[in-house]
Structures are given as C-alpha cells and as structure tokens.
C-alpha cells in the first residue's frame, strides 16, 4: 500500500531530523547532548520527574540540588548505568539509547565518581587503562600504556605525581581525582560527568581539582560536574541547572544567577526574586 510506505519514509525522516526547539548558547552552538522527558523510578520512589537539561560542548554545566534530589540518578542515567522509563537522550541531535558505561564510552561520554574512582591497589597506568589495556603481540603495551598516560596527565598539567608507577593509594585526595579525571578524558571523551569531585578535598586540593575542570572546558569538552559547594560552582560553571525533588527547576547561563537564587532553587523549587526565564530545554520542548 503506497500509504504505508510514505508514513514509513515520514517516521525515519523524523528520528534523522534534528530535534526541534533546541536552545543554541551565546555563540549559537548546538548542545552536546539533550535530555528531554527523564522519568526514573526505583520502586515506589521517583526519582526524576520529566527532566529537560541541555550540555554544551567547550562550556561547564554546574548541577545543583539538595541532597536526594536525584543528581547522581541523573548522572548515572546519561552514564548508562540506569535507564530511563521515559524520554529521550539525544547525542550530537541523534536520539540515543545508553545501556552501559560501554554504550557511553563508545558516544565520548565518561564519568568520575566519587568514591568508585580508581583501584587502589593498582598504579596511575594501570588505572587509567583499567579495562581497556592495550596489547601488542598478545601482552600488555605497558611502553604506550605508560607514555599515553604521561602525556595525559602533562597535557592536563598533573604534574605533582612523582611516579606513573606509584599505586594510587599512595596518591592525596586531589591527585586521586585529578588522576581519575586524566582517565576519564584519555578516551577522546566528548562529556565528562564528575559527581561530587572535591567533596573530599581540602582546599588546595580543590583548587587544582577545579582549574582541571577549566581545562577540560578550554579543550572543549562539555562538562557537568555535581557539587555542594556553591563557591565551587560559581567559580567554574558557565551554566547552572538546578534539580528539586527530581524536578529540573532551573537551567540557564551562570551570570542569570546570584547565590542566593540558587540557594532557593534548591531549597524550595522556585525563586521569589530574579525571574527564571525558562529556556526550551526547561519548558520540555524538543
Ligand atoms: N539505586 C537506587 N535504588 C533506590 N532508590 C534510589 C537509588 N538511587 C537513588 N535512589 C533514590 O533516588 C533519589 C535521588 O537520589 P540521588 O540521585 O542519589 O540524590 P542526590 O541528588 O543526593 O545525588 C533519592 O530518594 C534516593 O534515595
Ligand atoms: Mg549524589
């Protein structure tokens, strides 16, 4: 029937064709990724309602909420390790479906968490190449594991680790992380998630922690990084976006907030004063 198979071409012209209503950044980019209509739930608890979130390439997302607010679920769902019951996940303007940390790694998409980092009983190689070690003649490339991790951790000025060698668990807080962060971008990563990554670290540690964040945006990669620290966020974040009991309440450039803005995004859903405007991304268009 020559009907059905125009309404055939009809549909996969519409899954090819860019997602409408995306919201372009200052300097009329695309985002990287886009989340449109995330609802997860584990059992009886719902842990993200409908949520909408744009991440730009070469541009840092600060993810704020208070705590259970369902962050890291929204981490782990654009990781692949849970799957959304709802909605849809959209990569370079393709609809995607993330299954796996695997399926993510192989879009560009890798994540730094905060307590699963890294081995300690294994050394920075070892770490940054757990999983995916390179062989050559059927045994390890430990020369090209060592000298790609080096040149890494140089590119991204990590450079108070005395030795590659030297196991992790002789590493401080900062160096841990900013090892963790070497691996994650080592991968020709697009996006990089980092859940809560100086919620252990003094202050120095942080310090280099988040100029590391810096970087990666100037190398442009998008970035979303979780954090409770509002300084933090201020400091490195170009846009925030603010999730409330599951809800994404508020997603726009930094400089449209103040601290105290965000302080009520999270704590009761809305703000009183500077109006949110909401963008496409917020408003659940696609
Ligand atoms: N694996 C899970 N099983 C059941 N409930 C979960 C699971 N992971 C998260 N939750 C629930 O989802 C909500 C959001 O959690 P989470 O994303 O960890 O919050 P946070 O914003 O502090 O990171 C919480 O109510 C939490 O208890
Ligand atoms: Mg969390």
């Known amino acids: 029937m020559p009907g059905q ?20 950044n200052s300097d009329g980019a695309e985002p990287l990724v886009k989340l449109r209509g995330i609802d997860k739930h584990f059992g ?24 259970g607010a369902g962050k890291s679920v929204l981490t782990r769902t654009i990781a692949g390790v849970h799957h959304p019951d709802a909605g849809q996940i959209f990569f370079e303007d393709r609809p995607v479906n993330i299954r796996s940390a695997r399926d993510a790694s192989a879009l560009g998409i890798e994540t730094v968490y905060q307590d699963l980092a890294l081995a300690d009983n294994l050394d ?11 062989l050559k003649r059927g045994l390890l490339d430990e020369d090209s594991m060592e000298k790609q991790a080096a040149e890494t951790l140089s590119t991204l000025r990590v450079t108070t680790v005395r030795s590659i060698r030297q196991p992790v668990a002789s590493l401080s807080g900062g160096q841990r992380q900013s090892v963790a962060v070497a691996k994650a971008v080592m991968w020709n990563s697009k996006l990089v998630l980092l859940d809560e990554p100086t919620a ?29 620290n509002l300084n933090d966020v201020f400091e490195v974040a170009d846009r925030i976006a603010v999730l409330y009991l599951g809800r994404m309440v508020a997603d726009a ?12 995004y999270m704590t009761t859903g809305t703000t ?15």
Do not use: W
Not at 53 to 60: R, T
Not at 208 to 221: A, F, N, Q, T
């Open 272 to 286: 009183s004063g500077r109006p949110y405007e909401a963008s496409a991304a917020a408003s659940g268009e696609v």
């Open 44 to 67: 009886p608890v719902q842990a993200l309602y409908g949520v909408n979130l744009d991440l730009y390439s070469g541009q840092v997302t600060g993810l704020c909420g208070d705590n």
């Open 124 to 134: 920075i190689v070892q770490n940054m190449f757990l999983g995916r070690e390179r």
């Open 200 to 228: 252990a670290l003094g202050v120095v540690q942080t310090r280099s922690v988040l100029d590391l964040i810096k970087r990666l945006r100037d190398r442009g990669l998008a970035v979303m990084v979780i954090s409770h």
């Open 253 to 264: 450039p930094a400089s449209t907030f103040d601290r105290q803005s965000v302080v009520e």
């Open 5 to 24: 198979g125009y309404r055939r071409v009809l549909k996969m012209t519409e899954v090819n064709e860019a997602p409408k209503g995306a919201v372009p």
